[in-house]
C-alpha cells in the first residue's frame, strides 16, 4: 500500500485528479479500524492531515468556516461558543480519538451515527469540496444521500463546512449503552434560531441519513409564535407544547433494529431528547 | 555488617509490596505475547468456519499454498499425532475434520512471511461446505428430534442434587424465572504466542496462558511428541480472567513451526480473538424458594441450563459449581438441583470469573429479594436469618469446616457509608446515566439501592488432587543474600507474582527476591484461575522457604556446635539475619558459601466427587462476600448510572491489601458489565458483536466509586490463612446492581443485561415456559467425569454405554 504525503492542497488535488483511488486520511479513526478489520484495503492512502488549509478555522462575515482536519480535541478547546458543536465533539470517542478525529472525517465516513453531523444538520452547514478543476459547496442534507454515502466524486477531497453564526442557544445530546466512548444509538441537535424565529432539530443514527423534522419545527416556531415568546421569552408556554414537540420529532425517525439498539427504543429516545433539548433551550434563553 | 546498618526487610506478607512487574507495565516496557519477535519469523494465520454446522466436503489449498511469501498451509489430515484436544475431554479438533459446529471453528492454518500475505492467503483457502440444520438454542437442543452436535447427543453433563426432603412444605413459596447473557472475558491482550523449532525435533513454545502445564498435555499428544519435547514458557500475559485456560493457537503454531522449521508467531486480531476463546455459559436458570412465615429457607428447588456451544472445555466443571451453589451462602435444609450443561452450534463456553456462580448467584439473589418481599422484610434481614456459617450443612451435605463470615460480610457492607445524596437543581450530565452523551441535568432520575451475597470455592474440588510446585534458591550476592523463586505458576495481571515474592521475603527475611521466568522445566503449579493460586503456589513457595530456612538452621547449629556453643530456643530468620529465641546469632550471609535450595509440593486438603444424589465433601475453602449497589436510573430514557458499590470480602488474610483491593474493584466492574451491558450477541451461531465498538465493557464513567470492607478471618490450614478473592466482586456486582435498578423503576428485570429498553418497560421481561425435563444422563458417573491434569485424554462417551 502506498502512502502519499502531499504538503499543499493543491498538491493533494493534484495527486487526487490522477490517483483517484487514492484514499484520504487524517485522523484515521475511522479508517484504520477498517483496515484493522479487513474491511478495507486501498491501493493508496492520500495523507491529508499536514495540509495547513484543512487545520484551520475561521470566522468570516457571520459565517464560521470549519477546516475538514480540525481536531475533536480542538474544538472543545477552541470553539466554546458553538455549544452543540463542542457537545457533540466531547461525546465522540475517547480522549485518544477526539486528539485524532475530526469533522472531515465524520463527513467522509457519512456514518448515520457520525456525531457532528446532526449539529451541521442543524445549522443548515455546507460542505466545500474542491478538485484540482475548481471548488464548489453543496448544502448538508445534499451532501449526505445515505448510509455511508454522498456526492463527493473521486477526484475531491472535502475541504470545509461552513454555516452562518446562530443567535440562540442550542444542544446536543445523544444516547449509547454506556456513559462514555460509545456510538450514538439516537442523537439529537437542537438549534433555537432567535433571528429567524426557527426552531431546527436534527437526528442522527436514527435513518439512513442525518434527519431533520420539518414538522415538529414547524409546530413548535408556530407554538412559540402564538405565545409571543420570541419577543418574551417569559411568555407562559401551553405545557403540552414541549411534549407534543418530542411527539413529532420521535415520528420523524425512521429507525431500524440493529445490534446497538431497538427501532422502538431510538424512536422513543428522540422524541425524550428533542423534548429535554426544547426545555433547556427555553430556559435558556429565559435565563440569558 | 553491624546492627547499626540493619536493613528491615520490606515488603512481606501483609504489605502492600510494590508489584514487581508495575513499572515495566506503567511505562510499556513489558513483554506481552503480542510483542514476541524472532529471527526468521513467520506469522500463522487460522481459516475459520463461516458456518454454525456444515459438513465438509472438501478443501482447495492449492491456490493458497501457491501465493508467493505462503511456506506452509495445512489442514487435519496433517495433525501430526491425536487429532483432538480439551481441558477436560479430548473433544475439540484441532483442526475441523469433517464437520464444523460452530462459527470460527478453525479448518485451516498457514504461515507466510509477514501478516498482509497470510491474511490474503487464507482467502484463497477453498472449503466445499455442505451446510447443516443448527441447533443455537439450549432448550431446543433438549428437545426430541434437535439436530444433534456431537452423536453422543445435546448434554455434556447434568447435575442433580438431593438434599433432604424436597417434597417439604413451605408456608410461603416465591418462584422465578432468569437469564444472563454469554459474556466475554475481554482480555487486553489477545491469544498470542511464538512457537520455536529445536534441534532436538521438539518445540518450544511461548504463549501467554493460565496453565502452562496443562496446555503441555494437551499440545504434545497432538504433536505426536513425548511431553518432554514440548517445552512451555509463559510470555507476558494480558488478561486471563478464564479465557485462556483453553488452548487456542498452541498447537497450530507448533505445527507450523515444526513443519517450517522457522519460529512462527500466531497473534489473534481483536475480531478473532472472540472466536479464539470460549465465554460465559449463558443460562436460563428456573427457581422456587419456600420459607417459613418468619422469613426461614425450607425447600428451594433450581433448574439449571448452560448453553456450552459446540464443545465441553471446562463445562462439566462449570455446571458442577452452578449446581452446588445453586442455592446461594444460606442453610437450605431440603433442596433439589437439576443443573444441565448443553451442547449447541453456538461458539463454545467455557471458563470465566466465577465459573459457574455467577449466573446462580444472580437468580438466588433475585429470589431471596422476592422472598422479602412476599415476606414482608428486609431484604438484609432474610439474608441475616439464614445466613451459612462455620458448622452448617451445604446442599451437597458437606459440613462447612472453613471460616465462613457470611453475616458479618452482610453488615460490614452494610456499615460502608452511603454515596452523598444529590443537591437540588440542575446536575452536571457528565455525572448522571448517559454520561458523555449530555442527555438529562437530572430530569426523570431516580435512585435504587439493591444487595446480594455470594459464595464460591478457592481451588479445584471434586476430588481433583490439586497441587502446586516451586523451587526455592537462597544465595549470597555482593549486596547480601538473595532468594530465586521459580514456579510455572502463569501471572496474568492480578498480582500473583508480587505476592509469591512477598511469601519469601516474609519466609526467610530477605529482601531481595527475584524470580525464574515460569516454565516447564519446573513441576505443575495448577491453573492461575478458581482464585486458587495465593493459596496453592503461595503454599508451595512457604513450603520450599521452610525447607530452605531447615537446612540454614542446620548449617547454623552445625558450626555453633563446632565453636563448642548451643544454641538456645527457636531459630528464626528476619532481616537478614538469624536469631535464636529472638536474639541474633548472624547474618545468613555467612552460612550461604553453597547456595540452598529446595522444591516442594504443596497439596490442599482431599475433596469428593458428587455421589448420585449430588451430595459429597465437594469443596475445600469457601469465600463469601457481599456487595450494596446504589444506581441512578434515568426513568424515560433507560440509562443507567451506578453510583456507588460497596463491598464486603471474606478474604481469610490480605496478603497484599492493594492487591485485593484490586481483585474487589476489577472483579465488581467485570460484574458491573454483565449487569448493563456485556452481551455476546448471536444470531444463528454468528457472533453479531465480535469487536469492542459493538461489545462494550465499562468505562471509567460507568465505573463508580468501590467502596470496600475486608473481613480477615483466618481460613484454618491454609497458608497465612489467606483465601483467594479473584473472583467474588464478580458474582455479587450483577446481582446487587440490577437489583437497586429493580427498586429504582420498580419493574422485574429478570435479565442481565439489562437493556434500555428493559429499564422503561419498552421491551417485557424475558417469559419462559416450565423448565425443560431433567435428561435421563444423570447417574453414578455422569457424561463425563472432572479429570483435572489427565486433561485432554479423556474419550467422551455415550451415556447408554458408560
Redesign the interface.
Known sequence: MEVLLPRTLDEALAIKAGRPEAVPIAGGTDLMVALNFDRARPPALLDVSRLPELRQWRRKEGWLVLGAGVTYARIVRELPEVVPLVQAARSVGSPQIRNRGTVGGNLGTASPAGDALPVLAAYDAEVELASAGGRRTVPFNEFMVGPKKTVLRPDELIVATHWRFVRGPGSFSKVGTRNAMVIAVASVCLVLDEAGHTVRVALGSVGPTILRAPDAERFVAGALAAAGWWDDPRATLPAQVAREFGERVAAAARPIDDVRGTAAYRRHACGVLARRALVWALEARRAA | MSVGTLRRTRGGVGSSARRVDGVPKVKGAFQYGSDLWAEEMLWGQTVRSPHAHARIRGVDIAKALSYPGVRAVLLAADVPGRKTFGLEFADQPVLAQDRVRYVGEPVAILAAVDPEVA?RAAERVVVDYEVLPAVTDMEEALRPGAPQVHEYGNVLHHVRIVHGDPDAPADVWVEGYYETAMQDQAILGPEAGMAVPADDGGVDLYVATQWLHVDRQQVAPCLGLPPEKVRLHLAGVGGAFGAREDVSMHIHACMLALRTGRPVRIVY???ESFFGHVHRHPSRVWMRHGATRDGRLVNVYARVLLDGGAYASSGAAVITNAATFATGPYEVPNALVEATRVFTHNPPCGAMRGFGAPQVCFAHEAQMDRLAQALGMDPARVRLQNAMKTGSVTITGQVVRGSAPVRQVIERCLALPMPEEPAAGPRDPQAL?????????G?GVRRGVGIAVGYKNIAYSGGFDDSAEARVRVFRTADGPAVEVHSAAAEVGEGLHTVLVQVARTELGIEHVTLHPPDTAIGSAGSTSASRQTMMSGGAVQLACRAVAEELFRRVRARAASAGRTLRGELTLADGRVLAAGEPVGEVDNYLDEPIEARRTYHHRPTQPLDERGQGDVHVTLAFAAQRAVVEVDE????A?VVQLASAHDVGRAINPQGVEGQIEGGAAMGLGLA??EEV?LDGGRI??A?F??Y?I?????MPPVVSAVVEEPEPGVPYGAKGVGEMATLVATPAIVAALRAATGRPLNRAPV???DL?G??PPVASGPPPPAPAVPGPRPVPHYHGLDAGQQELMRPESD
Not at chain 2, 433 to 441: D, K, L, Q, T, Y
Not at chain 2, 636 to 639: H, K, R, T
Open positions: 491474511r486480531s481483536r475480531e446515566p448517559g454520561g458523555a452523551g449530555n442527555v438529562s441535568r430530569e424515560e430514557l433507560g440509562l448510572r448493563l451491558m450477541q453479531r458483536n469487536s465498538t459493538d462494550l465499562p468505562t471509567f464513567l460507568d437493556r434500555p429498553d422503561i419498552l421491551a
